[in-house]
C-alpha cells in the first residue's frame, strides 16, 4: 500500500521559510515523478513543483525562484524548501507521486496546512 505522509507546515509570517517534507513508503521512491500541490479555501488545486526519477525540476511561475523541490532517495523523501513566502500561499500543500510525467498523479497524501500570515 501506498503512503504518502507530509509534514513541515504552519503558521508563519510573510517573508518567512518552511520546509515540507513528503515521506513515501509502499513504491519504488526512485522510479517516481513526485509533485506538490496546493489548494487554497475556495480554490482549486494547482501545481506547484514537480521533480522527476532523473531530476529533471518545474516550477509554476508563481513559485518560481522562491520555492525549491528536493528529493532523498536513500530516505524516500521529496522537499519543498518555500522562502519569501506571502499570504498567496496559504494553502493545504499535498504531495503526490506517479510513474511518469503526466498532468495526473496515481498517489496523493493528505496534505498538509501552510498559513502565512500578513
Known amino acids: 500500500q501506498v503512503r504518502l505522509l507530509e509534514s513541515g507546515g504552519g503558521l508563519v509570517p510573510a517573508g518567512g521559510s518552511l520546509r515540507l517534507s513528503c515521506a513515501a513508503s509502499g513504491l519504488t521512491f526512485s522510479s517516481y515523478v513526485m509533485g506538490w500541490f496546493r489548494q487554497a479555501p475556495g480554490q482549486e488545486r494547482e501545481f506547484v513543483a514537480r521533480i522527476s526519477w532523473s531530476g529533471r525540476i518545474k516550477y509554476a511561475d508563481s513559485v518560481n525562484g522562491r520555492f525549491t523541490i528536493s528529493r532523498d532517495n536513500a530516505k524516500n523523501t521529496v522537499y519543498l524548501q518555500m522562502n519569501s513566502l506571502k499570504p498567496e500561499d496559504t494553502a493545504v500543500y499535498v504531495c503526490?507521486?506517479?510513474?511518469?510525467?503526466?498532468?495526473?498523479?496515481?498517489?496523493w497524501g493528505q496534505g498538509i496546512q501552510v498559513t502565512v500570515s500578513p
Open positions: 503526490a507521486a506517479d510513474r511518469t510525467i503526466s498532468p495526473t498523479y496515481n498517489y
